[in-house]
């Protein structure tokens, strides 16, 4: 009969040998991702809006589409929609943000830009992402405008009913 394994650092041993995986530890530091400009990258999403997000250390400057983002979103809750994952953090006017927004309408292009920010926060300092993640801001809000079905006005609305 063969030998037997009589502790629990030999079995693991031994059915990393029968898997042929390696051991690598679960709390092992995440690099940043930064490219040469000393920025990081990221793309959000909402709706039908979809924002390139860059974010560099800065004084808080957010750039919309060439334009400051307090004349491109002038409603103070599409504002503080854009600043929630800076306030999460305490990092507020700590970064600059420039983005490009295209599709959907304001409110979808502010919660994409959310999006966006939060996911190149996570990659600029990967130690915020349990904090992100707590938030919320890391998840992509997937409800979208549902389709217009035959038979129907609207998606669900009936035409208007007479007997005569």
């Not at 409603?75 to 953090?89: E, K, N, S, T």
């Amino acid at each position: 009969m063969a030998e037997e394994t009589t502790t629990l650092d030999s079995l693991q041993d031994l059915g990393q040998a029968v898997s042929g995986t390696a051991v690598q530890p679960e709390d092992a530091p995440v690099e940043p991702k930064i490219d040469a400009q000393g920025r990081s990258y990221a793309t959000g999403k909402r709706k039908n809006a979809v924002a390139r997000v860059w974010i560099k250390p800065g004084s808080g400057r957010v750039t919309v589409n060439g334009r400051e983002y307090e004349t491109y979103f002038a409603r103070p809750v599409l504002r503080m929609v854009i600043d929630q994952p800076f306030g999460a953090v305490d990092r507020a006017n700590q970064y600059d943000v420039v983005c490009t927004v295209k599709g959907g309408g304001l409110s979808g292009q502010a919660g994409a830009v959310r999006h966006g920010i939060s996911k190149a926060l996570t990659y600029y300092e990967p130690t915020l992402r349990p904090i992100l993640k707590r938030g919320g801001f890391l998840t992509r809000d997937a409800r979208v405008v549902e389709r217009k079905k035959y038979g129907k006005a609207k998606a669900r609305r009936s035409f208007q009913f007479s007997k005569r």
